[in-house]
Structure formats: C-alpha cells, structure tokens
C-alpha cells in the first residue's frame, strides 16, 4: 500500500488577492503550496477493531509509552484533542492513541497519568494497525474518515509525528481563514514552514543558520545563555527553545528568529533585516552589515544546485568546512607592524616573542613557493579575499598584526578608530575561533587548543619595550 507524509500549510495566495487581514502573501504563492492542497482519500483496510470506533474524522496517534520524541510531543496532541473535540462536522476531529504491541497495561497508564492524556489509548494487539499502515517508527499519526460504502479511507500522513504537525492539522480541517490556526507569538517550528515553503527550508539546509546550535555545543557552550540565545529560536519566549533540551525542535536559527513567530501569517508583520543586528553586533561579528549578510541567506539557494552539491555543503557545514564570508575581516591594506609600532610598541614587542614572529622561517624550500603554506604563515597585502599569487603576502612579516586584528589601513584613517578587531574581547565561538581555525586545524596543527593560545597572547600589551622590537631593515 502506497502511504506518504503529507505536510500541510494554506495558502489564500493561490487566488491572487485576499480580504483576509492576516493573509501577507499576495500573488505567486509558495513553491509546494498546490501540491499540499491536493485532496487526498485512499481507502485503508484497518483493523475491525478500530474501525469501529472512527464515526468521523479521526487522528490516530501511534506512539510508544517509552519513546522520548512520544514524550515530548505528547503535549502538543493533548492540546490539539482538546480545541478540535468540541467543533462539528468536518472541522472536528477525535483522537486515539495506539500503543506499540510491546507495551504494557501498566505502561500505558503510566503514560496517560504522567502526561494527563484526555483521549482514549489502546495498545496495537497483534499488530494490527502499524502492519495495516506500514508504521515503522514512533510516533506516526493518520486521519481517517468513514467511508459511506464501508470501512475507512485516509485523509492526512505524518510519517513521522512532529513538531507544529498539529497545526497543520487543524488547517487541513477547514475554515474560511486558515491563518486564523495561526496564534500570535506561538512559534511552530521549521517543519511546518517547509509544508509550504519547500525552497525556502532546502535552501535554509544550506546556510549556517541550520547548524547554528551545533556549533556551540561542539565548543562546549551549550550551557552559557549568551551564546544560546542567538544560535536557537525563541530562547526565553512563550513556545521558544528551552536551555539544555539539545534537541529542542526550535535549536538553531529556524525561519522564525527572523520572520516572528508563526511567520507573518499571524498578522503580525515584521521587518526581518531588522532582527539580524541583534546578534550580529560588534561583539559578535566582524564588520557586519545587512547588506553583507543577505546573499548567505539565499532563500533560493537550491535552485540551480545538483543533489550532490547540496549533499556536499551540508556535508561542509556539519563538519565546520563550509566558509564564514561573515567573520571575514573587511578589505583594507594590512601597513605591517611597522606601522602599528608607533602606537602599539608594547604589543608589537610581545608578537615579536612570539611563534608568528617567525612563521615564515618554519617554512623550508618548496613550502616557501607553496601558496597553500605561505597563506597561514605569511600576512596577506588587503585582507578580503584570499591571495591567488605569492606577490599577494608580506612574507617578510610573516603572521603579524593584520593576520588577526583586521587590516590597518582603515584603521588610521577612521575617526572612531574601531575598525580593528579586539580580540579576547569578542565572542570566542563566533569569531576568534573563526580566524584561528582558518590555519590551526587538526590536520595542520594536532592537539592545537583555542583556550590555551588565547592565554598564551595575553602579552599582549604587558611591558613597554626599550626600543624597537622590529628587526633593523630600511623601513625602521
């Protein structure tokens, strides 16, 4: 038997116009928008059993009692028992709750008690539904409906159950205005945006939104709230991310950090260029601008990409290899510590006693001709994009000022002076691992620690030096 997950989102834009004040897309709807619309009854040959007890439009929940995705989402089909029992007609809905055959009596109150369970729950003896429907895992729900020549047919599949199903299911019931199921400040999840919005959630995939929460908790900061709550959705609000549950259905920044809550369907309209300054601030990023970060949140990314080139960039983005155009230093020319000695003569005596003092020096014969090396252990001209030629370096300063602060140039030339980037005062996840890791790999340095060179390059600035640290050449 031929089954399907069929994820629903309405769109009033199919009409082109809308008297509806919560309708904000007017036009050329969303790419999946008609194919979810697409009616859908297929004739299933349930169990007797159960047949009888589906006198009308019927979710039924297939769970196991000791499932933790069960546990968690339980809550969300309590509530949505609750709204949908008392409507008439096609728009009301029961629910019933199938247990895994493996489940016992016992386990199944257990369930129903803990998690206060206001519909019936039976257990699948022997195996009758999840055979019927070609249920693998848990938790999977259908719809049903009576079938006026006898039996049953389905209506709607999630396979599997998750979260923001519910509102789709209420949509799917009807109603003159289905953004109405939309609440104001009730977040629903990626899952249920991507009903609709296909092309938006697969080129979403591709971004480094969609690892956000990965990378913190990768660098063991899944427990500092100021780094969570811009690497999650809705941290601190109603429905939002909730601080240690790491696989929170809102981890990672969704399609509602900057879209609100439900999106716009709400009725509530925001600007979402306007939420990107809130974490991309001085602090946390290098010389951002919205115009700088729009085209890496391409909505449309995935058109015109083979299946292996997305396969490739989540592959990329999951192992820290995809680049970081963001917390790329600004173009500008890197002077040279010369430069920065006449204001910085304590720090430049510091880098001087230092391993990038003398970087190029470990390079020997081809590797001093090797692009590749002499690119982490030689400072680049302008900073911005990466160098195709040797002429691109200064190999006599090796990795000085520039490599890490940012270029100078603009640095001497801007009234306010911030245009260097201060690091050890800025997010370590968000940008000074960025610029250390671009060279400090395991590949090229094994066992190389962020937090141990950090302590390390906190001479900087200790002791004024007699002279020049700076070895004598024609330029001091």
Known sequence: MRFWTLLLCIGLALAGTSDTPSSWTLGTPAANTAAVLTPVKETVELPAWLVEKITGPTLVWYFNPNCGHCQASIGGVVRLAEEMKNKEGDAGLQVIGIANSGASPAELKWFMDTYQVNFTLMIDQPRGFSYSVGARSTPTALVFEPDPAGGVFATDAYYPWFHGAELLVKIRRGGADPFSHFEEDRYVGNTACSACHSQEAASWKLSHHAVAYGTIYKADKAADPECVSCHVTGMGQAGGFVMGEHG?????????????????????????????ESCHNKTHSIAFSVEKGLPHIDHYKVNGMSAGEQEQRRHDLANGKAERPLLAFPHGKNLGPEQCESCHADVVKAWSKGPHFGAMDLLKGKEKKDLACVSCHATAVES??????LEGFQTQASVSCGSCHGPGEPHLTSPDKESIEGLGEDCPVCVIEAVCTGCHDSEQDPGWDLETALALQKGHGQGAPEESALPKTDAN
């Open 248 to 276: 929170h259905p809102l981890a990672d920044v969704g399609c509602e950090a900057c879209h609100s809550a439900g999106g716009p369907h709400d009725g509530k309209t925001v600007n979402a260029t306007e939420q990107c």
């Open 384 to 389: 911005g994009l990466p160098p195709t030629s």
